[in-house]
Every structure is written in structure tokens, then in C-alpha cells.
């Protein structure tokens, strides 16, 4: 997968290792191994499969949402069965971004409608839109951070100042 991936986009991607600090990139859960977001952290598990795979989606969407809240963007594709639905679920409710992929756009939309089914995603659009999506979210994310950084001098509620 991750080789694939190279081809295909310009963020480098590699397999996940257990205990591996966030970098810029795509990481990939390796072969039989649930892919867990920590704080600072990747984690990988042999925990019970989920939706008959393991890799599944789950595990990696709750736990970012567990330690990510906001700040996360899920995003559901094409395919077979509910993997990645209820974790996208937990993304909604931590306050992050949901993409699903438009089911008349995918070629399995199982996915697509069980997750429709679950939540109300922040954006339902064809595969050719998502990446444009998830840059805008990002950049939205950026723009309320640098809103919220206090200017230089500027007091900050509760904090100690000398």
C-alpha cells in the first residue's frame, strides 16, 4: 500500500511502527495490526479484528478522536460492510471533520449509506472532491489557531505574565 501510495501523492508513505512520533506523511497500518493514535504517537495492536479485518479503520478513528478531537478528519470511501462507520461516528461527536464518499460516486456503496445511516457528515462528495476538502478544512483549522495565538505583548487570560 504504501508504495501505491508514493506513486500517487506527493506526502511520502510508509508503514506505521509501534511507538513512532507523528511526521509529516501518510502512514499505513501494516499487515495485521490495528493502526492506534496516541497523543504524540503511533501504536500498533493485534487487538480482536473488527468487521472481520484487521487492519480496520475503527480502532484508528476512535482513538484519534479519543486524543485528537477537533482536530481530526475522517474520511470514509468505498466498500463492503460498516468498517470506519462507527468510528467516524466518534470523530462527529469529538467536534472533528466527517467526509463521506457520495455512495452514487462509489463503486461499493455499502460504506457510503451505512455511514449516511449513522451520522450527518460534515461534507458528502464524489472521490474527485475529497482531497480539495480535506486542504480546505485544513487550512480553516490554521486560520482558528492563528486567530486564537495571542499577539506579541498581548495578555492571555490565566496565564502568569511578569
Do not use: C
Amino acid at each position: 500500500m504504501p508504495s501505491i501510495l508514493n506513486w500517487h501523492s506527493s506526502l511520502p508513505a510508509r508503514f506505521a511502527q509501534h511507538r513512532m512520533a507523528f511526521d509529516r506523511g501518510i502512514l499505513v497500518a501494516p499487515p495485521d495490526r490495528h493502526l492506534i493514535i496516541g497523543k504524540n504517537a503511533t501504536f500498533l495492536s493485534a487487538g480482536p479484528k473488527e468487521n472481520h479485518a484487521r487492519p480496520a479503520i475503527d480502532p484508528m478513528f476512535r482513538s484519534a478522536a479519543r486524543h485528537h478531537g477537533p482536530n481530526v478528519i475522517g474520511v470514509l470511501l468505498t466498500g463492503y460492510l460498516y468498517d470506519g462507520v462507527n468510528g467516524l461516528y466518534d470523530i462527529q461527536r469529538s467536534g472533528g471533520t466527517t467526509i463521506v464518499q457520495d455512495p452514487t460516486d462509489a463503486e461499493v456503496p455499502q460504506i457510503p449509506l451505512n455511514a449516511l445511516r449513522r451520522l450527518k457528515p460534515t461534507h458528502v462528495l464524489p472521490l474527485a472532491d475529497i482531497p480539495k476538502a480535506i486542504a480546505q478544512e485544513i487550512e480553516r483549522s490554521a486560520s482558528k489557531e492563528t486567530e486564537r495565538l495571542p499577539s506579541e505583548g498581548e495578555k492571555t487570560p490565566g496565564a502568569i505574565h511578569e
